[in-house]
């Protein structure tokens, strides 16, 4: 069983920064973060793979990053320009896909406990 650990979320003024982190206990070929918000259904925002191909939902396009770590098993999302709509818990994914795509929440087999992102205006 594959475990997923995220760090660095919080709670931010409009326009902050944050970098969340996910450890992984094995390596993966696509990793990704997902966030939810009260009252909404989970959400794609970026996903990775092993060729570090890189695919972001265009609401974060432009303000957020997604990178990795692969020596460490680690996944990172910088987050910038944060807006009030950014709130939710953000949750790191992982599958043995090499390919991300298709994004489907239910196609990545392992999940991290999530992590609070809170925006304020």
């Known amino acids: 069983q594959v475990q997923l650990v995220e760090s660095g979320g919080g709670s931010v003024q409009a326009g902050g920064s944050l970098k969340l982190s996910c450890v992984a206990s094995?390596?993966?070929?696509?990793m990704g973060w997902f966030r939810q918000a009260p009252g909404k259904e989970r959400e794609r925002v970026a996903t990775i793979n092993i060729r570090t191909t890189t695919a972001y939902t265009d609401s974060v396009k432009g303000r957020f990053t997604i990178s990795k770590d692969s020596v460490n098993n680690t996944v990172f999302l910088q987050m910038n320009d944060l807006k009030p709509e950014d709130t939710a818990m953000y949750y790191c994914?992982?599958?043995?896909?090499?390919?991300?795509?298709?994004?489907?929440?239910?196609?990545?087999?392992?999940w991290g406990q999530g992590t609070q992102v809170t925006v304020s205006s």
């Open positions: 994914a992982a599958d043995s896909r090499t390919t991300c795509y298709p994004y489907y929440s239910y196609l990545f087999s392992y």
């Open positions: 094995a390596s993966m070929g696509c």
